[in-house]
């Protein structure tokens, strides 16, 4: 007997990329058909499971460590002691990025000069058009938000292994 | 037939912003902007900067960060590469990302209009801008909001001025 869906499966790195990758196929899909404003839910999505997998893998888990709600909540609560101004909320795709950013810093091995910087700016720019919310909305997208956020995740998908 | 004159050059306006940046990290003045924020993360030894200003309107996100590094390379060239996170935001857009949770808000209710009006200037003057939801003054830290207070009341005395918080969504963590 199945556990009901949404108990499958564990929250661990390696799941966050696929889902990722899924959510990203998904968002593409909806975009060829003109389905812009879920599309760009997808496109969100996708970026903000790829900004959190490389936060964790930053933070020193393993690839199928589970990741607790606790563990995500300790995440987003050292904010201040890794330099960022505001503590990043669940769905703050910046916030996030700048927690992956600056968790890299205390690797041994940090990222290229100007990568992490790219990181966050690009996450900021989506984050200043995308929230979680979206999917309450009707309302159409224009074609310029459109494009930023489909290049935006089209960056991160192709970037996304060397942010790991 | 309309007037159309020539735009500034984007290679200009960027040595504009450059040069007006670098005179602010230079000799920082107590108010207006732009506001920047230097975070040291001691450990690493390195350097989180968030520049809120206005006139990064017409630029996108990276090359305002661009700006910022070249300015900081320029004015304090031992930071080079130091620089983990370098973001340029206008003030909506630092609100809208959480950075500024402290508003200061007028009770203007009942207020007749010339101290209305007295009001809204004065919160200009502190900084304020005209946003979707009225006149918004907003700062990042209590003690800023609390300075801007003080100078508020001396601007306009009376009961007319509040200082709010605004609260992160409850996280469903």
């Known amino acids: 007997m199945f556990l009901p869906l949404h108990q499958r499966g564990f929250d661990t790195i390696e799941e966050f990329r696929a889902a990722a990758m899924g959510r990203y196929e998904d968002a593409r899909r909806l975009h060829r058909r003109s389905r812009d404003l879920g599309a760009i839910y997808l496109f969100g999505y996708a970026v903000e499971m790829l900004v959190k997998a490389a936060y964790f893998h930053n933070a020193g888990f393993l690839r199928a460590r589970t990741i607790s709600k606790a563990d995500r909540k300790a995440a987003a609560q050292i904010w201040s002691t890794l330099g960022l101004l505001a503590e990043p909320g669940q769905h703050d795709i910046a916030g996030w990025a700048s927690l992956a950013v600056a968790a890299r810093v205390t690797c041994a091995i940090e990222y290229p000069l100007g990568f992490g910087n790219e990181i966050v700016t690009r996450a900021s720019s989506l984050y200043l058009i995308w929230r979680e919310t979206l999917r309450y909305r009707a309302t159409q997208p224009l074609g310029r938000e459109v494009r930023e956020i489909r290049s935006i995740a089209d960056w991160f998908m192709l970037n996304g292994d060397r942010m790991f | ?173």
């Open chain 2, 1 to 173: 037939m309309p007037l159309i004159r020539n735009g500034t050059t984007k290679a200009s306006q960027t040595l504009a912003l450059q040069q007006e940046l670098a005179s602010e990290l230079r000799d920082p003045r107590s108010a207006g902007e732009p506001t920047v924020y230097e975070n040291r993360i001691a450990q690493t030894d390195r350097f989180h900067v968030v520049v809120i200003w206005d006139k990064w309107a017409s630029l996108p996100l990276q090359a305002r960060s661009r700006v910022i590094l070249d300015t900081y390379e320029d004015v304090f060239p031992e930071k080079t590469g130091k620089i983990t996170i370098a973001m340029g935001l206008r003030k909506p857009e630092a609100v809208s990302m959480g950075f500024l949770p402290y508003a200061i808000v007028p009770v203007i209710q009942g207020a007749e209009e010339p101290i209305r009006q007295k009001i809204l200037d004065a919160m200009r003057g502190e900084g304020a801008w005209d946003g979707g939801h009225g006149t918004e003054l907003r700062f990042r830290t209590i003690d800023e909001a609390e300075q801007s207070f003080a100078r508020l009341q001396v601007a306009v005395p009376g009961p007319f001025w509040t200082i709010a918080q605004e609260l992160a969504t409850i996280p469903e963590l």
